[in-house]
């Protein structure tokens, strides 16, 4: 059974249609994840560091010695 070179054509296209959705929704996703992070670990109206970055930064000096 021939496919013709419309049939393939739409295929392509539709293939890349998928992966370029695909592509979209892993950079909302990972640019989701960064808010998150950003909003866990500062506070919402200042922006400075909250007292989860300060418990990983303590952590982190008490590492290093």
């Known amino acids: 059974m021939s496919l013709g070179l ?3 054509v739409a295929l392509v ?9 695909m ?3 892993i950079t909302h996703t990972k640019t989701e994840l960064g ?9 919402y109206l ?3 560091p909250n007292r989860i970055s300060l418990y990983a930064y303590i ?7």
């Open 6 to 8: 419309r049939t393939y």
């Open 13 to 21: 296209f539709a293939l890349l249609k998928s992966l370029q959705e």
């Open 23 to 25: 592509v979209v929704t």
């Open 35 to 43: 808010e998150m992070s950003n909003l866990a670990h500062r506070d």
């Open 46 to 48: 200042t922006g400075i």
């Open 59 to 65: 952590d982190a000096l008490g590492k290093r010695v």
